[in-house]
């Protein structure tokens, strides 16, 4: 066997090859990138792939999650609080007011008057017992 060069130990192995030039290896950098780029490129192709059935579950909830949100605002808007005043219907529709304003005193008993439109004397406030 015929040797250019002495050998060298490369990671515990002995050697006879030359060292490489600096423009081996940037060749072998250049392949090894180039290798490398297709990896990620595929890698992203099968990431994006398999994502896409989990974006559109997230648009489509979302979208559950808004139209929710408006139906809530609209049964909010037009829901009776605490505080509120409130008109008591009658079945013939006329509303009901006490008598005279109602009671003075605790504890006395009333009547209820029937009247066809809606003042302060007629309505209630809503309040947590």
Do not use: Y
Not at 12 to 40: F, H, S, Y
Not at 82 to 89: A, H, K, N, T
Not at 94 to 122: K, M, V, Y
Request: charged share 20%; proline share 4%; hydrophobic share 40%.
């Amino acid at each position: 066997m015929h040797f250019c060069c002495p050998a060298r130990k490369i990671h515990g192995v002995m050697t006879d090859r030359p060292p490489l030039t600096a423009a081996q290896i940037e060749l072998i950098q250049q392949k090894v990138d180039a290798r490398n780029a297709a990896i990620l490129t595929d890698l992203d192709a099968a990431m994006q792939a398999a994502l896409e059935p989990l974006r559109q579950q997230i648009h489509a909830l979302t979208q559950q999650v808004a139209t929710m949100q408006e139906a809530l605002s609209q049964l909010d808007m037009a829901s009776v609080k605490l505080g509120d005043r409130v008109g008591l219907r009658a079945a013939m529709g006329q509303l009901l007011s006490a008598a005279d304003g109602g009671p003075t005193i605790e504890h006395e008993t009333f009547q209820f008057d029937s009247r066809s439109s809606q003042g302060d004397w007629e309505s209630f406030t809503i309040e947590r017992s």
